[in-house]
Structure formats: C-alpha cells, structure tokens
C-alpha cells in the first residue's frame, strides 16, 4: 500500500515568513500533486509535478519533486494570511493516494 | 466552463435512512472518483468509474455503499441505511484521461458534508 507522509501536520506564523512543507513516501510515483483545500471547499490543485528532480515556481510558492520521486516539498516565501488553508500532496497513480495534509495558518 | 458540481452541499439524515448524493463531473469528463474526508484526515479513495463501468471499487465499503455513472446524467453515490459513522465530507473528482503512464489530473467538486443524526 502506498502512503504519503506530510509534515509539520500543524503549522502557525506570522505574516512574512517563509515556511517549507514536506510530503514523503517510501513508494515511487509517477507524479506528485499538491493542492489547498479551505474550510467547507474542496481541494483546489496548485501544481503536478512529474520529472525527478522537477522545480516550480507559483508566484511564492516553489515546489520542488525528489530526485527519486518518492518526496516532495512545497516552501512558500513571505506568507500571506490568504494562504492559510490545508495543503495536500497526492500520489499521481490511479487511485490517487492523499496525505493527511499540513494545516497551515498564516496570522497577521 | 463549469467546474466539478456536486448536490446537495449539505444533508441530514437520520439513522437507517438513504442518502444520495450527486456528481456532475466538468464538460468533457468521462471519468469520476469518489473520495470520503473525516475531520483532520486526507481524502480517502472510494470509487473510480468511467461511464455505465465501475474501474476500481476497491475504497468501497462492501456493505451499504454503492455507485453509478450512467450514460446519461450525474454519478450517484449512495449509501442505505445509513449510521452515524458515515458522516463525513463526500468529494467527487473528475479527469479527462485515465492516467495510465501519464499524469493523471484530478478536479474536485466542493463536496457534500453528509452529518447522520
């Protein structure tokens, strides 16, 4: 069974901090997906990543896809309260596999 | 284009009852899954379908739940004789393409919280 880990499972900070967000798994994907899901929505994607080693830039958020493409990171830089909200990674196979997700608040 | 609609957004049952709930995947989508969200969790797998086929039942309970995808209209998802342990976010998704050996993206609706009495 394939499982994604994500950490910190909590994270709260102030305003224009940069964070970095971790999703890991001992299995390998083909792809990686990460969204952000707020209170009463669904999950919205932000980004798919697919070649080992893959960096991508979303305004302040850089994703970046492990070499081996078992992991993943997400850092965004200056944090805004608007990005508060559950960050998600999923594994690109059919069925995706979801993380538990890294609940963040940015306080202003 | 419209996105991923799914109704209603909230239902309320009580205990033994049915409850169905409906997906219209996004114009040009063939293919729906199902996911369940209980509070601080990721989203769980239940069900892939393409039309009038179920692909993969696999996250499914094997009592109670069921789904479709009908030629025509949305995909259900229902559930009989419902308990209280069947509260949750329901999700539905929808994708263009199988994803076999490729990317295989995935576009959610706002869900339905169903809350059992």
């Known amino acids: 069974t394939q499982l994604l880990e994500q950490s910190p499972q909590f994270l709260s900070i102030q305003e224009g901090e940069n964070l970095t967000v971790y999703c890991n798994s001992s299995s390998v994907f083909s792809s990686l997906q990460w969204y952000r899901q707020e209170p009463g929505e669904g999950p919205v994607l932000l980004v798919t990543?697919?070649?080992?080693?893959e960096v991508k830039k979303l305004k302040r958020l850089t994703f970046q896809f492990g070499d081996a493409r078992k992991d993943s990171s997400l850092h965004i830089t200056a944090a805004q309260p608007g990005d508060t909200g559950l960050y998600l990674c999923a594994g690109g196979n059919t069925p995706l596999v979801f993380g538990k997700g890294t609940r963040l608040s940015v306080i202003a | 284009n419209a996105g991923v609609m799914q109704n209603p957004r909230h239902l309320v049952r009580r205990r033994g009852q049915e409850a169905r709930l409906r997906c219209s995947p996004m114009?040009?989508?063939?293919?729906v899954y199902w996911y369940r969200q209980l509070p601080e969790e990721g989203l769980k797998f239940m069900v892939y379908?393409?039309?009038?086929?179920?692909?993969?039942e696999s996250g499914m309970p094997k009592e109670r739940f069921s789904a479709e995808f009908p030629k025509e209209g949305p995909s259900i998802l229902r559930i009989q004789q419902v308990v209280r342990g069947d509260s949750a976010a329901y999700f539905c998704?929808?994708?263009?393409?199988?994803?076999?050996?490729?990317?295989?993206?995935?576009?959610f609706g706002p869900g339905t919280r169903l809350t059992v009495l």
């Open positions: 114009k040009g989508h063939s293919h």
């Open positions: 998704a929808s994708s263009p393409i199988t994803g076999t050996g490729g990317t295989d993206t995935q576009y």
């Open positions: 379908l393409q039309k009038e086929n179920i692909i993969d």
């Open positions: 990543v697919v070649t080992g080693g």
